[in-house]
């Protein structure tokens, strides 16, 4: 099967949102929308890979796939929970009320409905998609509870003696709205409550509440939250919240902010490692595959690994420690020529690098045609020269001010750049193309893999 370091890559087509991202029996799973005929977006499966560190993934091939008339048009995005000793999946499954003739992979005028289901496995590696997948909320039909196209992305956890599950929906595809069910067994659900916002765009999807350091953090991803003209008006926010277990009441504690300020990152999902710390692995969003020589065309990966923590207030999104572990090896000072780094290769390739930064007002970097700066207090990003002849993309990003210290930390692989700002203050990530092997600025240290 195929393997992955650092990032966990299409296996060739297409994926995109992580699902069921777990610790479960001495390994992370880690589930993913996938079509496995194309690279783009089509019928979705369940992908599979593991890990014992969150660095290293083997694929394990495809885990679920239609096989009900509830999903026969999709396997959607969800979560999972350990009960029992057995691994619960949790999932939408979408039927197309018509189809397009000229695509069977897509619904006619988006004309669809979607329930929420579930498979149990007893070991993680194994699932029978014909006898153990059970609907455990039907299609809903009361606009004023949920919609019934546009309900999905089952977030399940466990709270002392109840289970509870946290849904994306929208009221009447105006304004997104987060609904939550609760179970005693994890397998019947009732309805509890909900909670519409206008942070929410028009629908959410990938609702994910948790609780770290104290207090409770809401996660999602809006779309059509951004009306600029450009591809990806949905994004993924974070903000802190508060919920109640008693009645399932919930609110955002003032405004929401992105996840990522690259903006490419979407659907984020957090668990717990086995150390007990709060993760978040995100997808990567592509808008052309990758062609590599012999190799299938791949779109769509996943982001590193990242701690989320509140201090003072504030979501900060961390490196891993796995992640750190694995760049141990720094390259020498001398090694170093007077601000133009050459990174070493491997097969012909730049090997996987970290970039230790202090950026001043007005002072940048430049990694392989992909610029940073630091201006008006605020880090800034431009894509342009490493992101091809492609058009109706954002090329740059920006966080908002930092209050007068700007270190960065740069993670660089190949087709993804991730910076992360003042020990995660703020990360801003870019999907590039074509990246050259120089970096020319200031750096303080440079790491390679192991």
Known sequence: MKKDILHLKAPGNWINDPNGFIYFKGKYHLFYQYFPYAPVWGTMHWGHAVSEDLIHWEHLGIALFPTKAYDQNG???GSAIEKDGKLYLYYSGVRYLETDEENIHTAYKDRYETCQTMIVSKDGDRFDNWKDKKKIIPVIMDEKIANRTHTRDPKVWQDKDCYYMALGSTYEEQEGRVLFF???DAKNWEYANQYQSEQF???LECPDIFQVNGSYVFMGSPMYAAQDGLEYAHYAVCGLAQFSTVTCDMCLIGESRLVDYGMDLYAPQTNVDKEGRRVMIGWMRMPKA???GGEKPWNGM??????VEVVEGQIYFRIHPEVDRYFEREIPKEELNDGRISIPRENGRAVPYRLRARLKEGESLDIGG????LWEDTVRADRSKVYGKLRGYRLTGSTPKLGGRCELDIFVDGNLLEVFINEGQYVLSHVVYGLGDEVKGRVDHVYVGE
């Open 75 to 77: 396997v959607f995005s």
């Open 182 to 184: 609760r179970s005693r």
């Open 201 to 203: 765009g028009k629908i």
């Open 290 to 292: 990758v062609e590599n």
């Open 302 to 307: 996943m982001c590193l690994p990242r701690v």
């Open 370 to 373: 992909y610029r940073l700066w």
